[in-house]
């Protein structure tokens, strides 16, 4: 279960990578992948390509992101949805507040 971040200066984004299961104890290790990134000059990809899990607690978290880049959703960019991730996102209508991919 790990959190990490690569930023891409060329693309303008910051890529947040969860490994495992995201949970309420991966929240300080999300919360500081990007609270030192002005949102103003970059998007947001998370990356759940190697999560086993995602609960509400997560869902809070990608809820903070969204407000600390100003409720954009074409700023956030979550890829890599296994099947039951993307039904969690999709019953909670993320969806509608998040680029899926």
């Known amino acids: 279960m790990s959190v990490t971040r690569r930023i891409d200066k ?10 495992g299961r995201f949970d309420f104890a991966q929240h300080k290790g999300f919360r500081d992948a990007y609270r030192d990134v002005d949102p103003k000059s970059m998007r947001f990809v998370v990356d759940l390509s190697d999560a086993s899990y995602l ?47």
């Open 55 to 101: 609960d509400s607690s997560a869902l809070g978290m990608l809820l903070l992101l969204r407000e600390y880049v100003g409720g954009d959703a074409g700023r956030i960019n979550i890829t890599g949805c296994g099947d039951d991730i993307r039904r969690v996102l999709k019953i909670a209508n993320f969806e509608k507040l998040f680029t899926l991919d």
């Open 10 to 19: 060329e693309r303008s984004q910051v890529v947040i990578v969860i490994d």
